[in-house]
């Protein structure tokens, strides 16, 4: 073979084992995952907000939930990152932590609580999911005010 050509195979052999075992490193960080085109990563961001105990999940009623309606949420930030804010609204909470106890709260009670939102799926398709982490009685006096967001909507994101 000729010496150059022979040079050749073994530079392009190298370098296509050196690439292929660089692929099985475990990395440091979870890579994101691939769904239809779209790079699929969660956002997940909490929040401490005021609110009034509109409903109860009632006990062997699956699809009841705790309803609150809630004070504006200025730094609110959307599935791409933005922060967009969220006006006071009345909204179901489907998910609390086990460590919340919902004992001694009734319909119309004043509350202050604290919740996660994880926002998850492929960026064109992602949906937010909401768990109540802590819940707080207020005095019945505390004034709430149920206004639009005061925080203006930041720029949309950079195409990435």
Same mark, same amino acid.
């Given at each position: 073979?000729?010496?150059?050509?022979?040079?050749?195979? +073994?530079?392009?052999?190298? !370098?296509?084992?050196?690439?292929?075992?660089?692929?099985?490193?475990?990395?440091? =960080?979870?890579?994101? *995952?691939?769904?239809?085109?779209?790079?699929?990563?969660? $956002? =997940?961001?909490?929040?401490?907000?005021?609110? +009034?105990? %509109?409903?109860? /999940?009632?006990?062997?009623?699956?699809?009841?939930?705790?309803? $609150?309606?809630?004070?504006?949420?200025?730094?609110?930030?959307? @599935?791409?990152?933005?922060?967009?804010?969220?006006?006071?609204?009345?909204? /179901?909470?489907?998910? $609390?932590? /086990?460590?919340?106890?919902?004992?001694?709260?009734?319909? @119309?009670?004043? +509350?202050?609580?604290? !919740?996660?939102?994880?926002?998850?799926?492929? %960026?064109?398709?992602?949906?937010?999911?909401? *768990? $109540?982490?802590?819940?707080?009685?207020?005095? /019945?006096? =505390?004034?709430?005010?149920?206004?639009?967001?005061? *925080?203006?909507?930041?720029?949309?994101?950079?195409?990435?």
């Amino acid at each position: 073979m000729n010496p150059t050509l022979r040079a050749a195979a +073994i530079a392009a052999a190298a !370098f296509f084992a050196l690439t292929s075992c660089k692929k099985g490193l475990p990395s440091q =960080t979870s890579p994101p *995952t691939q769904t239809a085109g779209a790079v699929a990563t969660e $956002i =997940t961001n909490t929040y401490r907000v005021r609110g +009034i105990v %509109e409903s109860l /999940p009632e006990a062997g009623k699956p699809a009841s939930e705790l309803m $609150i309606r809630h004070e504006a949420i200025n730094d609110f930030v959307d @599935g791409r990152g933005d922060v967009v804010g969220m006006n006071a609204m009345t909204m /179901p909470f489907p998910a $609390i932590a /086990p460590s919340v106890a919902l004992d001694g709260l009734a319909v @119309g009670d004043k +509350i202050a609580f604290e !919740f996660s939102n994880t926002w998850s799926g492929p %960026e064109s398709a992602r949906r937010p999911g909401w *768990t $109540i982490i802590s819940v707080e009685k207020l005095p /019945p006096e =505390t004034e709430l005010t149920f206004a639009k967001k005061s *925080t203006p909507p930041s720029k949309p994101s950079e195409p990435r």
